[in-house]
């Protein structure tokens, strides 16, 4: 999910030379590739894909990845609640320790809660985060859900797939697929404070800085 000089007075001479085209590409604002609405109309979509696709829906059981697939998988709840009357269960899997790039970063990993209310045996587990990359995150997520029981079927939902896989992982229901350069950023961010409601996803260029899961 997301995580977000100018020249202070006397810092420069009167006559300052012309910003350099890097420069000014570093100023450009992030580009929204969803709105809210269209991250609204794409999980409402989802939602249908997937009472579609799976025939027992008493069986769903969402789990939402931190922390961007946390609240996209209350909403998909809320939405499969009102399409089919039914409430499936809800979890939360932090994916932290299974990550199989932890060791070689050298970073000390902040860990996230997980919040998984019961087993996962023969349920459709629909495993949801907000960005897919290289699949390194939803197969650590896989891995995770491992310790939970074993799931008649596991299902993938990404809000954004911007591609540069580096493992063999298939993302069934896609809000929006967004060619990228390996180099750029795509974030989702709460928009007027409320996650519940307002979710956009934005692109911040390699050219301004930054990487991608």
Not at 73 to 97: N, S, W, Y
């Amino acid at each position: 999910m997301a995580n977000d000089t100018p020249h202070g007075p006397g810092s420069g001479s009167a006559s300052e030379a012309p910003a350099s085209p890097s420069s000014a590409r570093s100023a450009e604002p992030p580009q929204v590739v969803l709105d809210s609405q269209q991250v609204k109309r794409s999980l409402l979509r989802i939602a249908h894909e997937i009472v579609e696709r799976n025939d027992h829906l008493e069986n769903l059981y969402l789990v939402g990845v931190p922390n961007g697939g946390v609240p996209l998988a209350r909403q998909l709840a809320a939405h499969l609640e009102e399409i089919c009357g039914i409430e499936p269960v809800l979890g939360v899997l932090d994916t932290t320790l299974y990550r199989d790039d932890l060791v070689s970063s050298g970073k000390r990993p902040r860990l996230r809660r997980t919040e998984m209310p019961s087993a996962v045996d023969e349920r459709v587990v629909i495993l949801i985060d907000d960005v897919c990359s290289t699949g390194r995150t939803i197969r650590a997520a896989m891995d995770a859900l491992m310790d939970f029981g074993r799931p008649q079927a596991v299902q993938v939902v990404a809000l954004v797939d911007r591609g540069h896989r580096e493992l063999p992982i298939k993302i069934d229901y896609v809000g929006k697929n967004i060619p990228t350069q390996r180099g750029d950023r795509v974030q989702m961010r709460v928009v007027d404070g409320d996650p519940g409601e307002g979710l956009e996803v934005i692109l911040i260029s390699a050219a301004a800085g930054g990487a991608g899961s």
